[in-house]
Structures are given as structure tokens and as C-alpha cells.
T-cell receptor
Framework: AQSVTQLGSHVSVSEGALVLLRCNYS??????LFWYVQYPNQGLQLLLK??????LVKGINGFEAEFKKSETSFHLTKPSAHMSDAAEYFC??????????FGKGTKLSVIP | DTGVSQDPRHKITKRGQNVTFRCDPI?????LYWYRQTLGQGPEFLTY????????KSRLLSDRFSAERPKGSFSTLEIQRTEQGDSAMYLC??????????????FGPGTRLTVL
């Protein structure tokens, strides 16, 4: 069985500060990994994904994530937070199937 | 480029009533997915279609739930005899579905169901 753990249901950062959202997965083999963002009353938008190859993945809006197999992690980072980054972020995995398994989400607040 | 659309966006119903939601995927996307998202949780997979064939169903999809994609284009999700526990956001997604390693699921805005 595969599962996704997102540490911290709510993270607050100051505008301009580093954003770090944590994601760990549990799987017998390396899965495909995704980060999605959800703005209020909207669907999910893909930020970035890792399948194979380079372990540092760059996404939209200045976000990036690094796949670390030894730590079973796929943390999301952004060097400088903007007010527009305030949203809920979901880490997701799939294990060679089309079914995505999501974490519970981390709500990011950006303080001016 | 038209994204995934869902109708209605909001639905309020009384316990015991039947409801039906519609999802229109991105044109030429072969795969269509349904997820359910309850408050404070991430989306949970319900079912998916490859063209008109329903290929996988979650244990979450009880007998009261049925999904169809009759012509391989739009899909409907029906809930019969709704219960208060069915209150959730129902999300639809679609993808090209040709190669898993490059496949990306694009989500619609969701239908928020409230069962009174």
C-alpha cells in the first residue's frame, strides 16, 4: 500500500521568506510524485511532478521539489514567498497506475 | 484551450434524494477520473474511465454510487439515496492517458454537495 504524509496542516511564512512544505511517501518502489495547489473554491492545479531522471524538479510559479529516495521525501520549496502563494498544497503519488493518492494537504498563509 | 468543466458547481439536497453530477473533460482526453474531497482531507480516488470503459473503482464507491461515460466524452456521477456523509467536493479530472510517465491529470473546479 502507498501513503503520503504531509507534515504540518498549516504553515505560515512572511512575504519574501523561504517556503518549505514537507511530503514523505511510503511505497515499496519509488512512485511518481506530484505537487498540486488548490485556491479557494477551485480545482487542483499541477505545480510539478517527478517521474524519472533529474531528482530536482522545477515547476510553475517559482516552486521546485527534490526527490530523495533515501529519505522517501519530496519536499516543495520556493525561495521567496508572495502573497499570491497563499493556498492549499497537496502532495500526491501514484505507483505505476493512474490512481493518484493524495496527502491531507498543507494550507500556506503568507504574512505581509 | 477549454479546461475540465463540471456542472453544477454547488448542489444542496435533502437526505434520501438522488443527485447527478456532470463532467466534461478536455477534448481528446481518453481518461477521466472522479475523486471526492471532504473537509480537511486530500482528494480520494473514486473511479476512472478509459474512453467509455470503467477500469477501476475504489472501495469508497458504494452501491449507491454509479458513474458512466457512455460515449467516451462527458461523464456523469450519480448518488442515490444521499446521506449526510456524502457531503463533499466531487472533483473530476482528465488526462491524455497514453503513457503513464508523461501523463498529467487536469482537474475541474469541482461540485460541492451538501446533504441536509
Amino acid at each position: 500500500a502507498q501513503s503520503v504524509t504531509q507534515l504540518g496542516s498549516h504553515v505560515s511564512v512572511s512575504e519574501g521568506a523561504l517556503v518549505l512544505l514537507r511530503c514523505n511517501y511510503s511505497s515499496s518502489v519509488p512512485p511518481y510524485l506530484f505537487w498540486y495547489v488548490q485556491y479557494p473554491n477551485q480545482g487542483l492545479q499541477l505545480l510539478l511532478k517527478y517521474t524519472t531522471g533529474a531528482t530536482l524538479v522545477k515547476g510553475i510559479n517559482g516552486f521546485e521539489a527534490e526527490f530523495k529516495k533515501s529519505e522517501t521525501s519530496f519536499h516543495l520549496t520556493k525561495p521567496s514567498a508572495h502573497m499570491s502563494d497563499a493556498a492549499e498544497y497537496f502532495c500526491a503519488v501514484n505507483l505505476r497506475s493512474y490512481q493518484l493518492t493524495f496527502g491531507k494537504g498543507t494550507k500556506l498563509s503568507v504574512i505581509p | 484551450d477549454t479546461g475540465v468543466s463540471q456542472d453544477p458547481r454547488h448542489k444542496i439536497t435533502k437526505r434520501g434524494q438522488n443527485v447527478t453530477f456532470r463532467c466534461d473533460p478536455i477534448s481528446e482526453h481518453n481518461r477521466l477520473y472522479w475523486y471526492r474531497q471532504t473537509l480537511g482531507q486530500g482528494p480520494e480516488f473514486l473511479t476512472y474511465f478509459q474512453n467509455e470503459a470503467q477500469l477501476e473503482k475504489s472501495r469508497l464507491l458504494s452501491d449507491r454510487f454509479s458513474a458512466e461515460r457512455p460515449k467516451g466524452s462527458f461523464s456523469t456521477l450519480e448518488i442515490q439515496r444521499t446521506e449526510q456523509g456524502d457531503s463533499a467536493m466531487y472533483l473530476c479530472a482528465s488526462s491524455v492517458g497514453l503513457d503513464l510517465s508523461t501523463d498529467t491529470q487536469y482537474f475541474g473546479p469541482g461540485t460541492r454537495l451538501t446533504v441536509l
